[in-house]
Nanobody
Framework: QVQLVESGGGSVQSGGSLRLSCAVSGDTYSTYLMAWFRQAPGAEREGVAAFDTDGVGYYAESVKGRFTISQDTAKNTLYLQMNNLKPEDTAIYYC????????????????????WGQGTQVTVSS
């Protein structure tokens, strides 16, 4: 069974940057499609960025142009580069994996993902 471990969270001021990492172990990285989600206090978990089967990144409208999802398959690691951070980006960020393939409509949907990391806190102050 695949295991996911996030790192790289922290506290930054508005306009700052962070890069999150997600180390994947326990199974073949290429078996899964990977994504990032986040959950703010009192809010539902929401999709932030994900890869489709062709390796194309998909983004929530709220982060387009500011966040970039990437991966290093040789290192079994998923990344999320976050630039121009805003206070509303404050949340716990989770990486997720799914063996599902085909289509794009579900890529940022929580129920599509079977495996989750423990999360890493990102706090953006104004």
């Amino acid at each position: 069974q695949v295991q996911l471990v996030e790192s790289g969270g922290g506290s930054v001021q508005s306009g700052g940057s962070l890069r999150l990492s997600c180390a994947v172990s326990g199974d073949t990285y290429s078996t899964y499609l990977m994504a990032w989600f986040r959950q703010a206090p009192g809010a539902e978990r929401e999709g932030v960025a994900a890869f489709d089967t062709d390796g194309v990144g998909y983004y929530a409208e709220s982060v387009k142009g500011r966040f970039t999802i990437s991966q290093d398959t040789a290192k079994n690691t998923l990344y999320l580069q976050m630039n121009n951070l805003k206070p509303e980006d404050t949340a716990i960020y989770y990486c997720a994996a799914t063996p599902r393939t085909g289509g794009q409509w579900w890529l940022l949907k929580v129920p599509a993902y079977s495996y989750w990391g423990q999360g890493t806190q990102v706090t953006v102050s104004s």
